[in-house]
């Protein structure tokens, strides 16, 4: 028995070594790709740290075989995590520099382009006293974000191209101008509604801090000063304030809004069938020139049904949409996809994903099983058949 017991020690201490060989001895594969994220507080980076993740795992390189670094390759706002930032885009470029920028690179993705405010920076790197009232949460003044002209502008030569897009949400909301929004959409052909949404574990005020403070105080002047909910459910947001709340049970029957992907596409990109989805979303629509991937669905009961009926918000709407054709290549995720607090030691671990279920719990608001069981598998897929259209 005890001779058992140390050959399965012994197994379980080398598999990471072998799984690290097995990586480690991959081909890689050269695919140059520009990184947009505007959002990264600490330098970390875990607004794009997910894609980078996809990126290390299956061993893509830049042209000069060179790997992915996280901390370095993207464009947008690099903090140095001792106060100071600087900022890495291509705004001052001219339209010849674009165009060369265009043909160096094989695809695009921007990631989260909402930005960095004052409030959350403060708090971040200030070392002010703890008597300082926190305005994290708060609606503070931009230090950088939104897409700018010369960012669609970007896009448009890429596509003209015919390389690989993907954009996700924040990539149009605010604080993008909404004359940049508008070009954007109708290149693309889709349409967003004015309203974005969010699950939340509680929405008792005194348990969640996580809660916005300008989220509260809307609701209130909106809603004859009542704040009712204590359950979990989902917030909306319109891009003029308006808020409404779905609550658990009270609006809802299942409280975390649900990603259905068709069965065509779920063996496509190897994602399940329904994958619930807890974090930041967009509600956005499209037309026949985009191809509807999977939806999301809000599973209301009669008086929940009534509350969004109300106010124009769809029970469903599309999650990821694509446009693949001869003339351009396309990807959006209504999601704040990219946004997972996944190690990225892990990424230079072959098969580590069959051993993924170890790393998240039963938490509702846990993000990691949609990285590991839908963002991967789907991002994986898109690369690894642009890729083979290159060659």
């Known amino acids: ?37 505007k959002t990264v507080l600490e330098s970390k980076g875990q607004e794009h740290r997910s894609f980078d993740w996809v990126l290390i795992n299956e061993k893509y390189v830049h042209s000069k075989n060179i790997a992915y670094n996280l901390k370095n390759d993207y464009f947008g ?13 291509f705004n001052r470029l001219n339209d010849k520099s674009l165009d060369s920028l265009a043909n160096k690179y094989d695809m695009v993705y921007y990631t989260d382009l909402y930005g960095i405010y004052k409030g959350e920076w403060n708090k971040r790197y200030s070392k002010n006293s703890p008597n300082k009232v926190d305005n994290s949460l708060e ?26 897009i993907i954009t996700e949400y924040n990539s149009i909301e605010s604080p993008t101008p909404v004359g940049i929004r508008h070009q954007f959409e109708n290149e693309f052909n889709i349409k967003w509604t004015g309203w974005i949404g969010r ?60 990603i259905h992907t068709d069965s065509k596409f779920m063996k496509y990109y190897h994602v399940p069938a329904e994958m619930k989805y807890p974090f930041w979303f967009d509600i956005i629509s499209t037309n026949e020139k985009n191809t509807i991937v999977a939806n999301y669905q809000i599973n209301t009961n009669e008086t929940g049904h009534k509350l969004l009926k109300l106010y124009g918000i ?18 959006y995720f209504a999601g704040d996809f990219c946004d ?14 069959h051993f993924s279920q170890f790393s998240y719990t ?19 897929k898109i690369l690894s058949e642009y890729y083979k259209d290159l060659k």
């Open 314 to 331: 769809p029970e469903t709407f599309p999650s990821v949409i694509k446009h693949e054709s001869t003339d351009y290549k396309f990807y």
């Open 139 to 164: 609606h503070t003044g931009k230090i950088y974000g939104g897409m700018t002209q010369t960012e669609f502008d970007f896009l448009k030569k890429m596509k003209s191209l015919n390389k690989l």
């Open 362 to 380: 039963s938490d509702p608001q846990e993000r990691k099983s949609f990285f590991w069981n839908y963002y991967r598998p789907m991002t994986k």
């Open 340 to 353: 997972n607090s996944i190690g990225i030691k892990t990424s230079k671990f072959k098969w580590i994903e």
């Open 1 to 37: 028995m005890r001779k058992i017991i140390g050959i399965l020690l012994v197994i379980l201490l080398i598999s990471p070594l072998i799984l690290y060989v097995l990586w480690f001895l991959s081909p890689t594969k050269s695919l140059n790709i520009l990184i947009l994220d």
């Open 199 to 258: 699950y939340f574990e509680t929405l008792d005020t005194l348990k969640n801090k996580e809660l916005p403070i300008w989220l509260k105080r809307n609701y209130l002047l909106q809603h004859k000063s009542e704040w009712p909910f204590k359950k979990s459910g989902i917030v909306f947001v319109r891009e003029d304030d308006k808020i409404e709340i779905l609550e658990n049970e009270t609006h809802l029957l299942i409280d975390v809004p649900i």
């Open 77 to 89: 706002f690099f903090p140095n995590d001792s106060g100071l930032f600087r900022i890495k885009d």
